[in-house]
């Protein structure tokens, strides 16, 4: 007998970094926290008190459209453009470990959550030591390796913004009481990259391109935009489909579950200085490019897209920026030109962009091959610029790098799938010719030892040839998997309303 529909999906009720471009983040706090055991009860009725704060889906909409509004004002007035409006956003979720402490225990159908994040880092790649009586040990800060029950994200315009807003969270879950009711694991900070590089991360290309669409939920979705069902990000919806395995296991979802998604998150190092050496070291030696040219062309291949969002697949040789900045150009591609399954001439197999959405690829599977390995990415950079003692040492003297975050109704599917089966797998895209296995994903694809790495393809006159990839320029130092629950869910099953006597300021 199958579960009944659900009720058509309410923006009001989802959180609001998941769907519509997420919460607006200039700056952006990652809050990790353990729930103190001695007052799990009090934390569950403090989160009442919270849950007004937490930013919809309809809220982040209607920001947006004033943010929109004021700039069309500004820019019939011929003014100078005002500083953005006070916005902030605030969304909390719940790792395995958080929910079995507040007592909810429910199946929830998604192992990779279940197990959490550490137990999976060998699968993933991560870099690391496996101890002869021990369990994998990988290269993680401590603080990732302690137990952490919930993340918190409070976004806004500003730091002083987004410090206020904080403060007014730690006043709720008195963090600072005699008796505090949670306590902070780590915060981390983040922000968009100011002037020309605004919406690039470190190593310079434009993120953020490739995010797919919702069905009913972006209306006007870009060319070459893959549109995906809601039950691909959002627990309960239609999409949200059977698990990976032979046969497919049925997700049973709890009632709770409906319109929640699941986070990923990843603290992803950059070394950019080392990355921009290899690229210097090694152009591309292609008639008519200069040096210099063949170094940007090699980065262009390996990311799959020039510094300006041009991809590779529509502008093979030469950048294109006002290609990349045409956002009715700039995802218009599917890796369906004639030399394009056969041939490495326009994109290289193992580029991170093909690697990790690899579009006509999976045609030969059916059109429902690739949909449910899609997944919402919502993070931000952090850390400083390179300052010229690192790029002229060509060496990472600060961190710096990509607070990871992304959304989907299924872990194994989804972000575990795309890193373990297609970054960190050599042989995918499949059915390549026997002469140019594709190799790793350069950008993200990984291996426990931190060993060479190769990839075929970078030059498109030598496609046979291996580029021998030294060293691994994102490096992952944390990490776990979490549930953002809907906002229902988080007043009528998360949230308690019974006082406690015991809780003192």
Same mark, same amino acid.
Do not use: M
């Given at each position: 007998m199958s579960s009944p529909a659900p009720p058509p999906l309410d923006l009001r009720n989802v959180q609001g970094d998941i769907l519509a471009g997420g919460l607006p983040k200039k700056i952006e706090t990652c809050y990790f926290f353990r729930i103190n055991d001695a007052y799990v009860h009090e934390f569950r009725t403090q989160l009442g008190k919270l849950v007004p704060l937490i930013t919809s889906t309809a809220e982040v909409i209607n920001d947006q459209r004033r943010q929109?509004?004021?700039? &069309? &004002?500004?820019?019939?007035?011929?003014?100078?453009?005002?500083?953005?409006?006070?916005?902030?956003?605030?969304?909390?979720? @719940?790792?395995t470990k958080g929910l079995k402490k507040m007592g909810i225990t429910d199946e929830i159908g998604d192992t990779a959550f279940d197990t959490g994040m550490l137990a999976g880092a060998k699968d993933l790649g991560d870099i690391g030591t496996s101890p002869p009586n021990g369990p994998f040990d990988p290269d993680w800060i401590p603080a990732f390796k302690q137990d952490i029950d919930g993340l918190i994200l409070i976004t806004g315009d500003s730091y002083a913004t987004v410090a206020e807003k904080l403060a007014e969270i730690? &006043? /709720? #879950?008195?963090?600072?009481?005699?008796?505090? /009711?949670? +306590?902070?694991?780590?915060?981390?900070?983040?922000?968009?990259?100011?002037?020309?590089?605004?919406?690039?991360e470190h190593f310079g290309?434009?993120?953020? /391109?490739?995010?797919?669409?919702?069905?009913?939920?972006?209306?006007?979705?870009?060319p070459g935009q893959q549109v995906i069902p809601q039950g691909i990000i959002l627990l309960g919806r239609p999409g949200d489909a059977p698990t990976l395995g032979t046969p497919p296991v049925p997700v049973t979802r709890p009632p709770w579950a409906l319109d929640g998604s699941f986070l990923s998150f990843r603290y992803l190092f950059q070394l950019v200085p080392e990355f921009n050496t290899f690229l210097k070291n090694n152009p591309i030696p292609i008639t008519g490019l200069t040096r210099e040219q063949g170094s940007e062309l090699l980065g262009a291949r390996l990311v799959g897209r020039w510094k300006s969002g041009a991809p590779v697949d529509l502008a093979p040789l030469h950048d294109d920026p006002a290609l990349g900045q045409d956002? #009715?150009?700039?995802?218009?591609?599917? =890796?369906?030109?004639?030399?394009?399954?056969?041939?490495?001439? *326009?994109?290289?197999?193992?580029?991170? #962009?093909?690697?990790?959405?690899? *579009?006509?690829? #999976?045609?030969?599977?059916?059109?429902?091959? !690739?949909?449910? +390995?899609?997944?919402?990415?919502?993070?931000?950079?952090?850390?400083?610029?390179?300052?010229?003692?690192?790029?002229?040492?060509?060496?990472?003297? !600060?961190?710096?790098?990509? !607070?990871?975050?992304? =959304?989907?109704?299924?872990?194994? &599917?989804? @972000?575990? @799938?795309?890193?373990?089966?297609?970054?960190?797998?050599?042989?995918?895209?499949?059915n390549k010719p026997a002469n140019q296995i594709p190799g790793f994903d350069p950008i993200i694809g990984q291996t426990n030892d931190g060993g060479v790495r190769t990839l075929s393809g970078t030059n498109p006159n030598n496609q046979t040839a291996n580029l021998n990839l030294l060293k691994q320029w994102v490096v992952p130092k944390g990490g776990e998997y979490f549930f953002s629950p809907s906002i229902p869910a988080l007043k009528e099953t998360f949230a308690l309303t019974e006082p406690s006597s015991e809780l003192k300021s």
């Open positions: 929109l509004a004021q700039n &069309k &004002k500004d820019a019939a007035e011929k003014k100078i453009t005002r500083p953005l409006l006070k916005i902030s956003g605030v969304n909390i979720s @719940f790792s730690e &006043k /709720i #879950l008195l963090v600072q009481a005699r008796n505090p /009711i949670i +306590h902070e694991v780590i915060r981390l900070v983040g922000d968009v990259r100011s002037g020309k590089v605004k919406g690039h290309f434009q993120d953020g /391109i490739s995010n797919p669409a919702v069905a009913d939920v972006d209306a006007n979705p870009n956002p #009715l150009r700039n995802n218009n591609f599917h =890796y369906t030109f004639p030399d394009d399954q056969q041939t490495q001439t *326009r994109c290289p197999f193992a580029a991170h #962009l093909r690697k990790t959405n690899p *579009r006509g690829d #999976l045609d030969q599977f059916g059109p429902n091959a !690739l949909p449910p +390995h899609r997944i919402i990415r919502s993070g931000i950079a952090f850390g400083p610029e390179v300052s010229a003692v690192e790029a002229a040492s060509e060496k990472t003297h !600060l961190p710096r790098g990509l !607070l990871f975050i992304a =959304y989907q109704s299924n872990i194994e &599917k989804g @972000f575990q @799938f795309i890193q373990q089966s297609w970054s960190n797998t050599i042989k995918f895209p499949p």
